[in-house]
């Protein structure tokens, strides 16, 4: 049975995405809607996999939108009045790939994507061969980078001068971040910057490791900053002109106070995910707004929660998970391009960088992951939802998603388990941090070894 993960369908290409699977999600995603946008990345197995899915579709009486090699955010951007499919693994290896469904520039939520399981479990049908539909092709890019610079040109100063160096990993970015950047007036240098499925110039996920040669070219001194993006440009990425990664956490202060600072709300809403730094909460709550969490992967779902619970002075104006961003003004979707355009022109104002971090505490984070059998993980938290308050009867719990424990002074701990590795991931964050991490660490592993 295919199952939606926190990312929509991601898995290798010959075993579970494959070409008969993507025409049968096709067929049952037609029922949501008369109108489909199909984009995919640059990987080997898209061309085929979107053949598949374009039958799917058509074959159901639904007409399809070809928008070729694109952005996940331009198919987004495009998907708004209609429906969109995405076919990407993001910074997945080349032999894996994925299907992520949109509703009006929106990713599915949880409701729409049991829908589509439900159909894929008990089968659909081809319709009627006078309503199979044919595809038609169209050229969006133009039109989503206009947009992104448009949007970018509301915060800060012009960028005319200020020397980016921008790492697109062979992937989507190549065809979007360097061109939004330049038309903002910045002086570009693309690394990477040619659409290859192979990924030959760097692993397709953004790390510190990953992003070597693009820390190493910035080490030099010759840059303002750099920007480094994932296989299908949603996720970003920052280094600084020393060629030092900012923390995510710090990226995502900076953006959230900024947002909260320029709106008229009057209760201006931040959401983020249960793993994000205290950092955020203290730049949001500075310039007059409160932060809400939602659980990882899940950031248009709490969107939409604090629209519902909210009232007509209520207004998101941001969403992000480390690495990962929304600009509600811009559109409901993940959008690494229009969040290097953003911090361009940000960084231009301040006049680096350094300025931006300034008013941001940067206190000692940390990640863990611990080992856990996927068999054992909800006996696990089971079990973490009563020791670890024992552990640490002066915090705050909050289990609402995973264990949360919050001190008076700002540190925090938070133990989920991994939604795609047989781990339990401990994240924490305090001055203190390696005794926390050693005292919370030694927790867990005795709640995976109880029987």
Not at 204 to 225: N, V
Not at 313 to 319: C, I, N, S
Request: charged share 30%; with cysteine.
């Amino acid at each position: 049975m295919l199952r939606f993960g926190t990312a929509g369908i991601r898995g290798p290409a010959r075993e579970k995405v494959t070409p008969a699977r993507c025409l049968a999600v096709g067929q049952a995603a037609a029922a949501d809607g008369e109108e489909f946008v199909l984009g995919r990345d640059g990987r080997e197995t898209g061309p085929a996999l979107a053949d598949a899915v374009a039958a799917g579709l058509e074959s159901a009486g639904t007409r399809v939108i070809r928008i070729g090699v694109v952005p996940t955010p331009a198919v987004a951007f495009a998907s708004q009045g209609r429906r969109g499919v995405m076919l990407t693994a993001s910074h997945n290896p080349p032999a894996d790939n994925g299907i992520k469904l949109f509703d009006d520039g929106v990713e599915y939520d949880r409701e729409a994507e049991r829908r589509i399981e439900e159909r894929l479990e008990t089968g659909t049908e081809p319709a009627e061969w006078g309503r199979w539909e044919d595809s038609i092709e169209r050229d969006v890019l133009d039109e989503y980078r206009r947009s992104v610079r448009e949007y970018a040109e509301r915060f800060g100063t012009s960028t005319e001068g200020l020397r980016i160096a921008v790492d697109c990993g062979n992937g989507m970015a190549s065809l979007a971040t360097p061109q939004v950047l330049s038309d903002l007036g910045a002086s570009v240098t693309a690394l990477n910057a040619n659409v290859d499925g192979h990924f030959p110039g760097r692993g397709s996920k953004p790390t510190p490791e990953t992003l070597a040669d693009l820390r190493g070219f910035l080490a030099d001194g010759e840059f303002d900053f750099g920007i480094g993006h994932d296989g299908d440009a949603d996720r970003i990425v920052i280094v600084d002109g020393s060629g030092e990664v900012v923390h995510e956490d710090t990226i995502l202060a900076i953006l959230a106070e900024r947002y909260v600072a320029a709106s008229a709300a009057a209760d201006p809403v931040v959401v983020t995910t249960p793993n994000a730094s205290g950092r955020i909460d203290e730049r949001v709550e500075a310039a007059g707004g409160r932060t809400e969490r939602v659980r990882l992967g899940a950031l248009h779902e709490g969107i939409a929660r604090v629209r519902r619970e909210g009232d007509d002075a209520t207004a998101v104006v941001f969403a992000a998970e480390p690495w990962k961003h929304v600009h509600p003004a811009l559109g409901g979707w993940i959008d690494g391009v229009a969040s290097a355009a953003v911090l361009a022109r940000l960084v231009a104002e301040a006049g680096g960088i350094v300025p931006l971090r300034e008013p941001v505490s940067e206190r000692p984070y940390r990640k863990v992951a611990i080992d856990c059998p996927d068999e054992r993980k909800d006996a696990t938290m089971q079990r973490l939802e009563r020791t670890l308050p024992e552990r640490f009867p002066q915090a705050a719990v909050d289990t609402s998603y995973g264990v949360r424990l919050e001190w008076p002074d700002g540190s925090w701990i938070l133990v989920r388990p991994s939604g795609t590795e047989s781990y339990v991931r401990l994240y924490a964050e305090s001055e203190e941090i390696d005794p926390l991490i050693e005292a919370a660490s030694e927790a867990i592993r005795r709640a995976v070894a109880s029987e």
